[in-house]
């Protein structure tokens, strides 16, 4: 026992290594490994069912370390997103890792704001911590870091959005930018509005063209002082909600490409003096938790985030067999947020 055990009062334990595994289950060194290793598909045999008996027994762990300087990785995956304080990209966050991890990969994650500059300081940190690939929600149409990343041959993946060359997983916006919109026409709806993002995501682009498809079909105008573009925020969402329900010809009816600018809407609308659901229905976008808690339960379109997450840890980690780009059907949930126009 060395001084310092003897002086926490604890003996000195050692830990169980894979030879010690092998020797007790009766097995070679191999097999074990192939077994305890969670990026191979989990074997159903009594021998494997034994082994991993064995090594919960000891207390076995897996030393990532000595592991990964075996393979030349190391289990970690970066990811890289605008904010944590979004609620989308931390949920994708969450879904990334949980993903990798039943991969037997650990996520890291960077944030870089909407700063282009931060996001390449951001995914060159990743890369310096020697991640075994990259997974970003933060891409622009315009943005040359993909680019970049494709001519080094990093492996990488885009999430959410896409710049139309890099590997991707994203939802169909466009589909669902049409069935929020579609929605709002069923109920009789004429006079709608768009609150949209950014014009350089790809995301809000393709649900502003979902938007004028179901517009166009029906034969609407799409009257320009009614629609917009801004940030994903809130705050956002407020500024053009007010800018545009202030008018003394108003829409009856918004699609706010995601839950957030929804939610600066219900802002701007309760300090008009309108009744979401009554005198304005409004469809957000992304589902987000929240909005099914909302006094009023907000009408919108949910993009499956864990297939997203799972195609994107899977594309990262099987090249060989990548489509460039996989896409996750979205679905319209209907809240009290939409009704018919009011008479």
């Not at 076995?60 to 370390?65: E, G």
């Not at 970066?78 to 904010?83: I, K, S």
């Not at 879904?95 to 991969?103: D, P």
């Not at 099987?318 to 679905?331: A, F, H, K, L, V």
Request: glycine fraction near 8%; hydrophobic fraction near 35%; charged fraction near 25%.
């Amino acid at each position: 026992m060395d001084q310092e055990s003897e002086l926490n009062g604890f003996p000195e334990k050692k830990l169980a290594t894979m030879r010690d595994v092998a020797r007790a289950a009766g097995v070679s060194v191999s097999t074990v490994s192939r077994v305890l290793d969670e990026r191979l598909p989990t074997s159903r045999s009594a021998s494997a069912d034994k082994i991993r008996q064995v090594a919960r027994e000891l207390g076995y762990r897996r030393d990532y370390v000595a592991s990964s300087l075996r393979r030349g990785d190391t289990g970690t995956l970066g990811v890289l997103v605008p904010r944590l304080t979004d609620a989308v990209t931390a949920m994708l966050f969450e879904e990334i890792a949980r993903a990798a991890a039943r991969r037997g990969y650990f996520a890291i994650v960077a944030t870089c704001g909407d700063s282009q500059e931060q996001e390449k300081k951001s995914v060159e940190s990743l890369l310096d911590r020697r991640v075994d690939g990259v997974i970003m929600s933060t891409c622009r149409l315009d943005d040359p870091l993909p680019q970049t990343l494709r001519e080094r041959d990093v492996p990488h993946v885009l999430a959410l959005r896409t710049d139309g060359f890099s590997p991707s997983s994203v939802g169909d916006d466009e589909l669902g930018g049409y069935l929020a919109t579609r929605h709002l026409i069923d109920l009789g709806h004429r006079d709608i509005g768009l609150i949209g993002g950014p014009d350089f995501a790809s995301n809000s682009r393709n649900r502003r063209k979902g938007f004028e498809r179901a517009m166009q079909e029906a034969g609407l105008r799409i009257e320009t002082e009614w629609c917009c573009h801004s940030d994903f925020n809130i705050a956002s969402g407020e500024q053009q909600g007010m800018k545009i329900l202030s008018q003394g010809h108003r829409p009856s009816a918004l699609f706010a490409v995601n839950d957030e600018l929804a939610i600066g809407v219900l802002a701007a609308a309760h300090q008009q003096g309108l009744v979401i659901g009554e005198d304005l229905s409004l469809v957000g976008y992304n589902d987000i938790p929240l909005v099914s808690r909302l006094p009023v339960a907000l009408t919108s379109v949910r993009t499956p985030l864990e297939h997203i997450a799972s195609n994107a840890v899977d594309m990262l980690l099987n090249p060989e067999i990548n489509n460039n780009m996989r896409i996750t059907t979205p679905s319209l949930i209907p809240r009290k947020s939409t009704s018919s126009p009011r008479k």
